[in-house]
């Protein structure tokens, strides 16, 4: 978290980071006569794929069937390849790739034959090294901001969703502003558990008993622990149980993203940054947001909290209009500045609206933006060069 190229934070058209495994091109290669496979699996599978389909262009390799599906829903590759050692979440592969059979009756899906699809050891010589899972130890991120509508939720979104894209499903993002929660709205999960019902079985719970309590998000394996349904249910939860709730979650998943209120004097938000291995810090260019984080700041600083590490501010809603560039206020904040966001309302609105957060366009500079930050906030996290700004081949158009 030290020594940011700020320089880097936002120009238009600069090559920036993307998931993992790329994106898609949204004509899914139709555009040409060239056949286009999706590959379900590891790395081997995506070998064995192109063996199998010399001349044909793999225009994505994922691990989650989930992901899969919806790039299958929105790419339409001729070929989808399923590495039969996939595990698809509540059915075998077989009734996975049936019901993605009859989904989508254009594609064809062919599963590889056992044992030759994945498994490191059979890893081909000289096959190529495409993105893989990785966990990176345990970070618990706590994004908050002492402002309201600065962004904290579309960024603890998009941060941890780009996260769990990385590790393959291995992040989770708890709600924890009790009282107005709204990450469940913005993923399109209003269905399901949220934190109220876990409460009565935290006492003796096991870190992978979270698991019933937590939504998955399909387009990026996120699991998800809602904040209350209705806010007059947001006083039973206690700072005790948050406490419970986040050391269980940090044994369970090990990254953990953690959405927050504004309120500075809440004893969930003390939990939070008590708790917290990383801190990031909500701000926009405005004298107030600005003003308050200062003050917040000197507060932290004041109890400790500041000399950690891992306090860092992202700027959010960056206009170049703007009479605060985003170099003036790190100076004023004196803290270090991991990123910029720029103002997009089109793709905010539009991701809210379709529960698909930004990081899954690769076309769209706030998108670009989060993946660089996650690069920052957890080194070693997003693969393939992205932070370092190295060109790659850009493979696909969404990710
Ligand atoms: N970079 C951005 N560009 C455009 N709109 C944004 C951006 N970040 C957030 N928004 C929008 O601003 C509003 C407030 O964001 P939200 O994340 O809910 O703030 P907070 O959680 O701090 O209260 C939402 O409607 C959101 O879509
Ligand atoms: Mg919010």
Not at 66 to 95: F, I, S
Not at 290 to 303: E, F, N, S, T, V
């Amino acid at each position: 978290m030290r020594g940011l190229p700020l320089s880097g934070l936002k120009k238009p058209g600069t090559p920036v980071a993307r998931g993992p495994a790329g994106g898609i091109r949204e004509d899914g290669g139709r555009g040409s006569q060239e056949q286009t496979i999706l590959v379900v699996g590891e790395p081997e599978a995506e070998f064995l794929a192109r063996a199998m389909f010399p001349g044909a262009e793999v225009i994505a390799s994922v691990k989650e069937t989930a992901l899969a599906e919806y790039m299958a829903g929105r790419v339409r590759p001729h070929v989808v390849v399923v590495d039969p050692t996939v595990t698809p979440r509540g059915e075998t592969v077989e009734q996975w790739v049936g019901r993605l059979q009859i989904s989508f009756p254009g594609i064809e899906v062919i599963i590889l034959p056992a044992g030759q699809g994945s498994g490191r050891e059979r890893r081909p010589l000289g096959a190529p090294a495409t993105a893989e899972t990785r966990v990176i130890g345990q970070e618990t991120v706590a994004v908050w901001s002492p402002k309201g509508g600065v962004g904290k939720t579309f960024v603890a979104i998009n941060l941890a969703c780009a996260s769990a894209i990385s590790t393959g499903g291995n992040t989770c993002l708890l709600d924890l502003d009790l009282h107005s929660g709204d990450v469940a709205c913005n993923l399109d999960l209003l269905e399901g558990p949220s934190i109220i019902d876990i409460l009565s079985n935290l006492s003796d719970m096991r870190p992978e008993t979270m698991e019933r309590f937590t939504v998955v998000h399909p387009s990026s394996g996120l699991q998800v622990l809602a904040a209350p349904k209705r806010p007059e249910l947001s006083d039973l939860v206690e700072s005790q149980h948050v406490r419970t709730i986040l050391s269980l979650a940090r044994r369970r998943w090990g990254l953990v993203f953690v959405d927050t209120p504004p309120d500075i004097t809440s004893e969930v938000v003390g939990e939070c940054i008590d708790q917290a291995s990383k801190i990031v810090m909500v701000v926009t260019q405005d004298v107030a947001a600005l003003r308050q984080a200062k003050m917040a700041l000197d507060i932290l600083k004041r109890i400790g909290v500041g000399q950690k590490e891992g306090l860092a501010v992202v700027v959010n809603r960056v206009s170049h209009q703007s009479l605060f560039p985003v170099s003036r206020i790190e100076e004023y904040l004196e803290v270090e500045v991991l990123g910029a966001i720029p103002e997009d309302r089109k793709s905010a609105e539009k991701a809210g609206m379709d529960g698909k957060p930004v990081v899954l366009y690769s076309r769209n500079e706030a998108s670009q933006a989060f993946w660089e930050i996650l690069g920052r906030l957890i080194p070693g996290l997003v693969t393939g060069g992205e932070c370092s700004g190295q060109k790659k081949r850009r493979r696909f158009g969404l990710w």
